[in-house]
């Protein structure tokens, strides 16, 4: 390559690689688009999962651009050709042509009512082609083109210094996302998803195009410290995408030869190793195949004899037995007698806490016994405070006691006492 001459703005493909490059489905092209117009999107359905809408707007912008001449067609004759073309579901063709009229991709040849004639915009065509190419390369050519863009900038002198710092951080940004998607893919994506995505990378130019970059700018703005860090960042995130692009190589290499995947070359690769390659060389690929050896021959008899000797005994199924309590418990005087179970409980155990005394501050072991036993507690004292049959009585304090180390950090003071009889003998 003569390094004296002058490099062009926009690289023109070399021939035969397109032709050379794997193809992605039209689904796959519809993942890339939904990517791409994410930042503008209104919801998650701006762009349609449907596959077939890719081809039909190929098709409406073929049919426009080879038939419409200078003054348009009518929605009709765009019918007509389409069919000629083998595209006959009528309402894919409505829903599509109607929403491409509201959108502007389809323009009335005149802005008046009840005209039929109708032409193609340039913008859609050419929003077409931009969809193709990032669907084929993932949006890499974008990235070349910005540093191709950057560096005429800089060796023109065409932009100012801010042009040139928001044209570095852009250049940075996509090789540190385009180096952590890598990294992603290398985790988790089969063996022939890497080999489509290494496909859409070219590493070698990135290299070249991003230490040319950096040469400019260090001799170009010497004393700039700032565009200089830009520039060693630049470098530094090339290396970082780098890194990952051999990472996905070396495990489909890795993951590949240790299964013998042959999906890994392409037909023309393995064509051109039966020719070229020695017979030695042929024969050390299935060198560490390991083949089974012939299994026992069975006959079906002996492997029905077998099956009926090896077959357990069916058991008859037990009835499952009846309910051990008769039906004559009323169940009204089985929760009574658990009430009063409860609160007899609940009874002796304030008793317990009063031992024999009027009042007892409950304050202290309520914080000791910690969250949430504590709360348990409390719950359990306001029951019997609020049960006309339990004769005790609970104060809580106004002021609040907060220790930020002890085992309730927040609390009240908890007073239980006994409370007084009235004239029937009751609390």
């Not at 988790?188 to 040319?212: K, Q, Y």
């Not at 470098?235 to 190589?249: D, I, N, P, S, T």
């Not at 104060?395 to 930020?404: K, N």
Request: glycine share 6%; net charge negative; hydrophobic share 40%.
């Amino acid at each position: 390559m003569d390094e004296s001459a002058e490099p062009a703005l926009f690289s023109m493909a070399q021939p035969g690689v397109m032709s050379d490059r794997r193809q992605v489905s039209d689904a796959k092209l519809l993942a890339n688009i939904r990517s791409f117009i994410a930042p503008i999107a209104r919801d998650v359905s701006a762009v349609t999962d449907d596959p077939r809408v890719v081809q039909i707007a190929r098709d409406l912008s073929e049919v426009f651009a080879d038939h419409a001449g200078l003054t348009g067609m009518t929605k009709a004759e765009v019918e007509a050709v389409m069919v000629r073309r083998g595209h006959i579901d009528r309402a894919l063709f409505d829903s599509r042509f109607d929403l491409f009229v509201r959108m502007g991709l389809i323009r009335p040849y005149l802005e008046k009512k009840n005209q039929s004639r109708y032409v193609l915009d340039p913008s859609g065509l050419a929003g077409l082609l931009v969809f193709e190419r990032l669907g084929t390369r993932g949006g890499i050519e974008e990235m070349l083109l910005l540093l191709d863009r950057t560096r005429w900038l800089i060796e023109t002198g065409e932009a100012n210094r801010a042009t040139i710092i928001r044209h570095l951080r852009r250049c940075r940004q996509l090789l540190n996302v385009y180096a952590a998607n890598l990294s992603r893919l290398v985790e988790t994506a089969s063996i022939g998803e890497l080999i489509d995505e290494h496909a859409n990378h070219d590493p070698s130019r990135v290299e070249r195009d991003v230490h040319v970059l950096n040469n400019l700018v260090t001799q170009r703005f010497s004393g700039d410290f700032e565009l200089g860090e830009l520039a060693f960042q630049l470098v530094k995130a090339e290396l970082g995408y780098r890194q990952q692009v051999l990472g996905a190589v070396d495990r489909v290499l890795e993951q590949g030869g240790a299964s013998l995947d042959f999906s890994v070359l392409t037909p023309e690769q393995y064509l051109s190793a039966a020719i070229n390659a020695s017979s030695e060389e042929l024969a050390a690929v299935a060198a560490h195949v390991v083949v089974d050896p012939p299994t026992v021959w069975l006959d079906p008899g002996s492997i029905v004899d077998a099956l009926d000797e090896l077959r357990p005994g069916r058991q008859a199924p037990a009835r499952p037995p009846g309910p051990s309590s008769s039906g004559d418990t009323d169940p009204i005087a089985t929760l009574l007698e658990q009430h009063e179970r409860a609160a007899r409980h609940r009874r002796l155990v304030l008793e317990s806490h009063l031992d024999g005394g009027d009042s007892v501050d409950m304050t202290a072991l309520l914080r000791e016994l910690g969250w949430p036993a504590a709360a348990v507690e409390l719950m359990e004292l306001l029951t019997a405070s609020v049960d006309p049959a339990q004769p005790f009585a609970l104060t809580l304090g106004r002021e609040v006691l907060v220790d930020p180390d002890a085992p309730v950090t927040y609390l009240h003071p908890v007073i239980l006492s006994r409370s007084p009889a009235g004239q029937d003998g009751r609390p």
